[in-house]
T-cell receptor
Framework: DADVTQTPRNRITKTGKRIMLECSQT?????MYWYRQDPGLGLRLIYY???????NKGEISDGYSVSRQAQAKFSLSLESAIPNQTALYFC??????????????FGSGTQLSVL | RKEVEQDPGPFNVPEGATVAFNCTYS??????FFWYRQDCRKEPKLLMS???SGNEDGRFTAQLNRASQYISLLIRDSKLSDSATYLC???????????FGAGTRLFVKA
């Protein structure tokens, strides 16, 4: 079983619809992240959470919201989807290590298409 | 200027070739550095961390030059299975400030 699981794997929706992407992890990490990836661009951070009571905006949070339901669960919502939110979305976790050499562990991704 | 810049490629090389990728970063205060590998439409996976003294993992060698703010990845004896996109990743400290390059695409051909 994957350590970081995203659902759904693929989703097609229409402009204006509300969408939720789910992420769960069995790694026991406190830190969780949501990224999006667009062709020709690096992954960009949407939101991150360092523990259940901590939520922070990333580089491109407009149009998105998140919920950290438990240490293992971090969901991403698009309240009213628009076509330029079509992208590949990744959830990730990390565990802070001494020396700052912090590695990210990714889920398999959710391909979202907004028509 | 992008925070992390990579040559997008693609690099097309024959099996057995040696290929090198470069990456530059803009923040001199960056603390940790990585190379990730991403197969088409799949999740990025850590290939190796990059240390100031340089480090090697089998056919892969990573180098860091802090003065020039430059990271490199060398792949020796390329295999077909090395075909992927290689992401240069820089962490500016604190975990959340992780910057991804757009990636360098590698095709290894028989």
């Amino acid at each position: 079983d994957a350590d970081v699981t995203q659902t759904p794997r693929n989703r097609i929706t229409k402009t204006g619809k509300r969408i939720m992407l789910e992420c769960s992890q069995t790694k026991g990490h406190d830190r969780m992240y949501w990224y999006r990836q667009d062709p020709g661009l690096g992954l960009r951070l949407i939101y991150y959470s360092f523990d259940v009571k901590d939520i922070n905006k990333g580089e491109i949070s407009d149009g998105y919201s998140v919920s950290r339901q438990a240490q293992a669960k971090f969901s991403l919502s698009l309240e009213s989807a628009i076509p330029n939110q079509t992208a590949l979305y990744f959830c990730a976790t990390s565990d802070p290590l001494q020396g700052g050499n912090e590695k990210l562990f990714f889920g398999s991704g959710t391909q979202l298409s907004v028509l | 200027r992008k925070e992390v810049e990579q040559d997008p490629g693609p690099f097309n090389v024959p099996e057995g070739a040696t290929v090198a990728f470069n990456c530059t970063y803009s923040n001199s205060a960056s603390q940790s550095f990585f190379w990730y590998r991403q197969d088409c439409r799949k999740e990025p996976k850590l290939l190796m961390s990059v240390y100031s003294s340089g480090n090697e993992d089998g056919r892969f060698t990573a180098q860091l030059n802090r003065a020039s703010q430059y990271i490199s990845l060398l792949i020796r004896d390329s295999k077909l299975s090395d075909s992927a996109t290689y992401l240069c990743v820089v962490n500016e400290g604190g975990g959340f400030k992780t910057i991804f390059g757009a990636g360098t695409r590698l095709f290894v051909k028989a």
